[in-house]
């Protein structure tokens, strides 16, 4: 499901002329610099986003399609816990403000929220962005080193997004612990990437030992049906590509499709979705097949036909991420 079409308009308008004066070549060499560090490749103890150049061509060209990212988990989530809203957000290497963003687009009004992260840089420019959100205008903006000496206060809700491949071992741990040890729930999205998902399935491991239950993607809090090394656990959100997208990195198709993982956990009741689409839907001719993750720790596929009826609508329908079945109708 992708964000509400204000939010992603007000996200859009909010990051255009960032790279007025900025040379294109400049601008999509750091884009590339900072995609191999978004894949996983680089774990650093130093800031990744280091000056306003950076910044400003990480957030022409990930922003929006990490915010995408961050809105698909935080809906997946928002459906298991539906009588609970977030009094307060904490954003651990928030950078620019992708997931605070996301937030803002998954429950309305307006709460605390603290964006961590080390860049000075990311920091400044999220707060010049964050001004025009209303749910943003008190956010507090603060530098600090995302690893051992983390401290987070008590919060409601804690989101890392693209945070933990560029974090060293260690560090991905000790910043895990310390969003479980402070948070009534936790999401966490990293790259769709086999490693991407390697770190996730790792905090996820973390996140039930502290005494969290899964809320989503998955349909139970026990392991992870899928062989390492044979597959990976990801998701992808479509994102419109904007006139900064094509300034910093070009592209002729009109979107692209994020590929993401993520976890979404919390220390109270959660009513996670049946089973989980985890792939893409194939529709066939007089069926549709979907292949479903389920309670009962298994992968499986299911197929949809006309004999279905009113299922067999709700199955065209359906996305890949999505729950299934549909709320309205919970029998196959």
């Known amino acids: 499901m992708n964000a509400p079409a204000s939010a992603t308009d007000t996200l859009r308008t909010a990051l255009a002329g960032l790279l007025a004066g900025l040379p294109p070549k400049q601008a999509a060499q750091a884009v590339d610099r900072l995609i191999a560090n978004y894949r ?9 986003l280091r000056d306003r150049s950076d910044v400003a061509a990480y957030a022409a060209y990930r922003m929006p399609a990490t915010f995408e990212a961050v809105c698909a988990a935080l809906d997946a989530f928002a459906d298991a816990v539906p009588e609970w809203t977030p009094a307060s957000h904490v954003d651990i290497g928030g950078g620019t403000g992708a997931a605070t963003w996301a937030v803002s687009a998954t429950w309305d009004g307006e709460r605390p929220v603290t964006v961590l992260d080390w860049a000075e840089p990311a920091l400044a420019l999220g707060r010049e962005i964050a001004a025009a ?12 080193r995302i ?13 890392i ?4 491949g560029e974090l060293t071992e260690v560090d991905r741990t000790v910043v895990v612990d310390a969003a479980a040890a402070a948070a009534q729930a936790v999401v966490i999205i990293e790259p769709g990437t086999p ?11 973390r996140l039930i030992a502290a005494g969290f239950r899964i809320a989503a993607p998955c349909p139970h809090s026990a392991a992870c049906p899928i062989v390492p090394g044979e597959d990976w656990c990801h998701f992808s959100a479509r994102v419109s590509r904007s006139s900064l997208h094509r300034q910093v990195k070009g592209g002729s198709l009109p979107y692209e499709d994020e590929k993401f993982s993520y976890v979404a956990a919390a220390r109270f009741p959660v009513a996670p979705a049946p089973t989980r689409v985890v792939r893409k839907p194939q529709i066939r001719k007089g069926q549709v097949l979907l292949d ?23 199955a065209r329908d359906t996305e890949w991420g999505d729950g299934w079945p549909p709320p309205e109708d919970t029998s196959t």
């Open 40 to 48: 996983g490749r680089t774990p650093t103890h130093a800031p990744v």
């Open 292 to 314: 479903l993750c389920g309670p009962d720790e298994s992968l499986h596929r299911e197929t949809v036909t006309k004999r279905h009826g009113p299922l067999y609508k709700a």
């Open 195 to 205: 490693d991407g998902y390697t770190r996730v399935i790792d905090a996820r491991d």
């Open 161 to 164: 997004s693209y945070v933990l």
């Open 133 to 144: 959100n209303p749910a943003l205008k008190s956010a507090e903006w603060h530098r600090s």
């Open 147 to 159: 690893g051992a000496a983390l401290t987070i206060e008590s919060t409601d809700l804690v989101t």
